[in-house]
């Protein structure tokens, strides 16, 4: 359903891991680390690793390594 996959898309735009990567908010266009943050499944101290992805000079998105575990609950 398109209308439904367009609700996705500005859901994920509003997540911090897409928000201070887009040109925006980094005009360096660099990699960043997100803030720490507890992971909603309880599994620890996680990290999120994003980059802007281009073509030639047009912003076509973010690229993420997500749910990087830097404290493991046990």
């Given amino acids: ?3 439904k ?3 996705i898309l500005r859901g994920l ?3 911090e ?3 201070h990567i887009n040109p925006e908010n980094n005009h ?3 990699a960043e680390w997100s803030r720490v943050y507890e992971n909603h499944a309880g599994k620890g101290l996680m990290v999120i690793l ?3 992805i281009y073509d030639k000079d047009t912003f076509k998105g973010v690229g993420s390594i ?4 830097l404290m493991p609950k046990f």
């Fill in 28 to 30: 360096e266009c660099k």
């Fill in 17 to 19: 891991y897409y928000e």
């Fill in 5 to 7: 996959g367009i609700q």
């Fill in 50 to 52: 994003s980059s802007p």
């Fill in 66 to 69: 997500t749910d990087i575990i």
């Fill in 1 to 3: 359903d398109i209308i």
């Fill in 13 to 15: 735009k509003a997540i």
